[in-house]
């Protein structure tokens, strides 16, 4: 993004919305998708209903204490809510400004690309696919499509946050427009692809506000998991309730405990602290991915970009600026460098394609060949034809010529020149690097070789070696022959290469890995690439790309940058991190609860249990009152970490499993001991336990 995001903390409007969404989630709909924490939800209510019991004499343990577990119980409810509406508030508040810039405008609709004067005004909201529609210079796109007709300078601010305009095309793989952008100059034809309501901008406003976001598999698993442990302690709860009430009657003795004390015991016993950030955790995963510009359809491919193995990326437009542009002047048979660009150039005056324009920079580049006149040479130009396979320019009696190596050696020979040896060995030399020779031939004499190249896109080949740090092999796809396609893939710097590929052989390859057990990720930007972005684990579509490439994918690259893949794996890979780490700490937690709760609430019934009771706890009442404090005032501590995440380290997988277990799964234990002692210390000198 053009601008960066504040901290969701630092906002007092996303603050406030949380807050208020913290309340409005308490309703039973909303409780009950999150079991866990509807364990919490309900142990509130049923602490709730025994305090108000106890007001009218029907009590076992205090009212006052009833009272301070219930309004606990409900703060935890709360603090859980709060984690996920102040995860959800960044992506409503980038959902609100995409929906300020999206504004039912008037479409200019037309019956045909070819009927661009019969024109008829109707609001972009009754657009249907297939339509047709005219947009110039100032207009707003009104709807996503396809650009049929002309060229234009296009404003997508508003939905990438970069301010550079872009040029969208008719033909290739840079005719997708989004509804909502704006044409800067010329005009366009666009082809309506969506339906109203189903546009690119509505899809996004969904799911960068959580609209449409589902749980992933890991999470449903991990929440089986949490439930299984929350039934466990319930029976281990209702067991000791139950061993109490039968020890005591033996015993002849007060039963120690009561209803609501087993309820806080259950509530801090249960794995309350992940089930509560469990949901935060996803959102902000998903958020940070917004802020990187990706757009993911879905939560699952974030995880599973934590786990790709295998990147294979198209060349063209996602290795490569899109366009082979001349690199270098090569001359032959004695002649000058700045003689063969002048040439070079002159022929290149009225070539309007990418190589064309190409040639005439690198001439004033290298040469300061420029202010070249077109009118006092009264110059006749030849347009390049697929049958001459060349073009060039006559004036005042001199003829040049550029074109392939095959082509000007005929027009040469043919009007009694030479083609030299050494300009058939140069054709070679540039061909075996993977570039495209254009000969160059003035009053047919062979004046030297312009070197056409892909141009690789900066930062390529660092972004590559971090990849494969991380474990990653890359794998460039390219329609390229295979000596090309080889040269290029040295320069870029990925570890292997598939040439002349096809549709089917892209999909044959990803589908031969995945056989092998691999998780692949495929980025491209071509309707040629949509059956392999439809196959692969996670589907990375260029947003400069064709609309069938965008809708096979499952996340849109809004900076249409391949080196946007490596943030995608490590907040893919910090995601997957994150869960694990705070899970280890909760449960940890739970541990570390158990045997600092336990011992001093049932060591009056049992004294030998005083031995264990380390922490030296007050009170039974104050120690369940210290740990449910603490059970409610650790989710908050740990919101920060949830939506920031744990920080990504380029190590193995098994190193950073076993840091994590260190750090987080010691910290869990160490925790409660010392935070759940200074809260029982600080309620004993208030007068409150």
């Given at each position: 993004m053009?601008?960066?995001?504040?901290?969701?903390?630092?906002?007092?409007?996303?603050?406030?919305?949380?807050?208020?969404?913290s309340?409005i989630?308490?309703a039973?709909?909303?409780?009950?998708?999150?079991?866990?924490?509807l364990?919490?939800?309900?142990?509130?209510?049923?602490?709730?209903?025994?305090?108000?019991?106890?007001?009218?004499?029907?009590?076992?343990?205090?009212?006052?204490?009833?009272?301070?577990?219930?309004?606990?119980?409900?703060?935890?409810?709360?603090?859980?809510?709060?984690?996920?509406?102040?995860?959800e508030?960044?992506?409503?508040?980038?959902?609100?400004?995409?929906?300020?810039?999206?504004?039912?405008?008037?479409?200019?609709q037309?019956p045909?690309?070819?009927?661009?004067?019969?024109?008829?005004c109707?609001?972009?909201?009754?657009?249907?696919?297939?339509?047709?529609?005219?947009?110039?210079?100032?207009?707003?796109?009104?709807a996503d499509?396809?650009?049929v007709d002309?060229?234009a300078?296009?404003?997508?601010?508003?939905?990438t946050?970069?301010?550079a305009?872009?040029?969208?095309?008719?033909g290739?793989?840079?005719?997708?427009?989004?509804?909502?952008?704006?044409?800067?100059s010329?005009?366009?034809?666009?082809?309506?692809?969506?339906?109203?309501?189903?546009?690119f901008?509505?899809k996004?406003?969904?799911?960068?506000?959580?609209?449409?976001?589902?749980?992933?598999?890991?999470?449903?698993?991990?929440?089986?998991?949490l439930?299984?442990?929350?039934?466990?302690?319930?029976?281990?709860?209702?067991?000791?309730?139950?061993?109490?009430?039968?020890s005591?009657?033996?015993?002849?003795?007060?039963?120690?405990?009561?209803?609501?004390t087993?309820?806080?015991l259950?509530?801090?016993?249960?794995?309350?602290?992940?089930?509560?950030?469990?949901?935060?955790?996803?959102?902000?995963?998903m958020?940070?991915?917004?802020?990187?510009?990706v757009?993911?359809?879905?939560g699952?491919?974030?995880?599973?970009?934590?786990?790709?193995d295998?990147?294979?990326?198209?060349?063209?437009g996602?290795?490569?600026l899109?366009?082979?542009?001349a690199?270098?002047?090569?001359?032959?048979?004695?002649?000058?460098?700045?003689?063969?660009?002048?040439?070079?150039?002159?022929?290149?005056?009225?070539?309007?394609?990418?190589?064309?324009?190409?040639?005439?920079?690198?001439?004033?580049?290298?040469?300061?060949?420029?202010?070249?006149?077109?009118?006092?040479?009264?110059?006749?130009?030849i347009?390049?034809?697929?049958?001459?396979?060349?073009?060039?320019v006559?004036?005042?009696?001199?003829?040049?010529r550029?074109?392939?190596a095959?082509?000007?050696?005929?027009?040469?020979?043919?009007?009694?020149?030479v083609?030299?040896?050494?300009?058939?060995e140069t054709v070679r030399?540039?061909?075996g690097q993977?570039?495209?020779?254009?000969?160059v031939?003035?009053?047919?004499?062979?004046?030297?070789?312009?070197?056409?190249?892909?141009?690789?896109?900066?930062?390529?080949?660092?972004?590559f070696?971090?990849?494969?740090?991380?474990?990653?092999?890359?794998?460039?796809?390219t329609g390229?022959?295979?000596?090309t396609?080889?040269?290029?893939?040295a320069?870029?710097?990925?570890?292997?290469?598939?040439?002349?590929?096809t549709?089917?052989g892209?999909?044959?390859m990803?589908r031969?890995?995945?056989?092998?057990?691999?998780?692949?990720?495929?980025?491209?930007?071509?309707?040629n690439?949509?059956?392999?972005?439809?196959q692969?684990?996670?589907?990375?579509?260029?947003?400069?790309?064709?609309?069938?490439?965008?809708e096979a994918?499952n996340?849109v690259?809004?900076?249409?940058s391949?080196?946007?893949?490596?943030?995608?794996?490590?907040i893919?890979?910090?995601?997957?991190?994150?869960r694990?780490?705070?899970?280890?700490?909760s449960?940890?937690n739970?541990?570390?609860?158990?045997?600092?709760?336990?011992?001093?609430?049932?060591?009056?019934?049992?004294?030998?249990?005083?031995?264990?009771?380390?922490?030296?706890?007050?009170?039974p009442?104050?120690?369940?009152l210290?740990?449910?404090i603490?059970?409610?005032?650790?989710?908050?501590?740990?919101?920060?970490?949830?939506?920031?995440?744990?920080?990504?380290?380029?190590?193995?997988?098994?190193?950073?499993?076993?840091?994590?277990l260190?750090?987080y799964g010691?910290?869990?234990?160490?925790?409660?001991?010392?935070?759940?002692?200074l809260?029982?210390?600080?309620?004993v000198?208030?007068g409150?336990?």
């Open positions: 053009a601008t960066k995001t504040k901290s969701p903390f630092m906002d007092q409007k996303i603050l406030a919305r949380a807050t208020k969404d309340f989630k308490l039973p709909k909303t409780q009950a998708k999150n079991p866990v924490m364990l919490v939800y309900i142990s509130a209510i049923l602490t709730t209903i025994l305090w108000v019991v106890s007001l009218f004499g029907l009590k076992d343990v205090g009212s006052g204490y009833t009272l301070a577990i219930a309004v606990i119980l409900w703060f935890t409810v709360l603090f859980a809510n709060f984690a996920e509406a102040i995860a508030g960044r992506g409503k508040a980038q959902a609100d400004a995409l929906r300020a810039s999206r504004k039912d405008v008037e479409a200019h037309i045909s690309a070819q009927q661009k004067d019969t024109v008829t109707v609001p972009s909201a009754l657009l249907k696919k297939g339509d047709f529609v005219i947009v110039k210079a100032g207009e707003q796109i009104p499509g396809e650009v002309g060229a300078s296009v404003d997508e601010s508003a939905i946050g970069e301010s305009p872009v040029i969208r095309e008719s290739g793989d840079r005719s997708a427009v989004t509804g909502g952008t704006t044409v800067l010329d005009w366009i034809i666009v082809e309506v692809t969506s339906e109203a309501g189903q546009s901008l509505d996004m406003i969904a799911m960068v506000e959580g609209a449409s976001r589902k749980k992933t598999p890991n999470e449903i698993a991990l929440q089986i998991f439930v299984a442990l929350s039934i466990i302690f319930i029976l281990v709860t209702v067991s000791l309730y139950t061993y109490s009430i039968f005591t009657n033996q015993a002849g003795i007060a039963n120690p405990t009561s209803v609501t087993l309820v806080a259950l509530v801090c016993l249960a794995p309350t602290t992940i089930g509560a950030l469990l949901s935060a955790i996803g959102i902000a995963g958020s940070r991915l917004n802020q990187a510009n757009l993911a359809m879905s699952r491919a974030i995880e599973a970009a934590g786990d790709v295998i990147l294979m990326l198209d060349k063209t996602t290795i490569t899109g366009n082979r542009q690199s270098a002047f090569v001359p032959v048979d004695s002649v000058s460098a700045e003689e063969l660009a002048d040439a070079a150039q002159l022929s290149s005056l009225a070539d309007e394609t990418p190589e064309g324009r190409s040639v005439v920079i690198l001439a004033k580049e290298l040469f300061h060949l420029r202010g070249r006149s077109l009118s006092d040479k009264h110059m006749h130009f347009p390049f034809t697929a049958k001459t396979r060349m073009s060039g006559d004036y005042e009696g001199n003829e040049i550029k074109g392939a095959d082509s000007i050696r005929d027009y040469v020979l043919e009007n009694g020149g083609y030299s040896e050494e300009c058939e030399k540039i061909a993977g570039g495209t020779p254009l000969v031939a003035k009053n047919h004499k062979v004046l030297g070789v312009i070197h056409l190249k892909d141009i690789i896109k900066q930062g390529v080949q660092e972004k070696a971090d990849l494969r740090k991380m474990g990653i092999k890359t794998i460039m796809i390229d022959n295979p000596l396609a080889a040269a290029i893939a320069e870029a710097g990925v570890d292997d290469f598939l040439a002349e590929a549709p089917e892209k999909l044959a990803i031969d890995f995945q056989s092998k057990g691999h998780l692949v990720a495929m980025t491209g930007d071509g309707t690439d949509a059956p392999a972005l439809a692969a684990d996670v589907a990375v579509a260029m947003n400069s790309g064709t609309q069938a490439a965008k994918g996340m690259d809004l900076d249409s391949p080196t946007k893949l490596i943030d995608i794996v490590r893919g890979k910090q995601l997957l991190m994150t694990g780490s705070l899970t280890t700490f449960i940890a739970d541990v570390a609860k158990y045997f600092a709760i336990i011992p001093a609430l049932f060591m009056g019934l049992y004294p030998g249990l005083a031995a264990l009771n380390i922490m030296g706890l007050h009170s009442q104050s120690a369940v210290s740990a449910i603490y059970n409610a005032l650790i989710i908050v501590a740990l919101i920060p970490l949830a939506l920031k995440g744990v920080k990504y380290r380029e190590l193995p997988a098994g190193k950073l499993l076993s840091r994590n260190l750090i010691v910290g869990g234990l160490a925790a409660p001991f010392i935070f759940i002692k809260i029982d210390t600080l309620l000198l208030l409150l336990a």
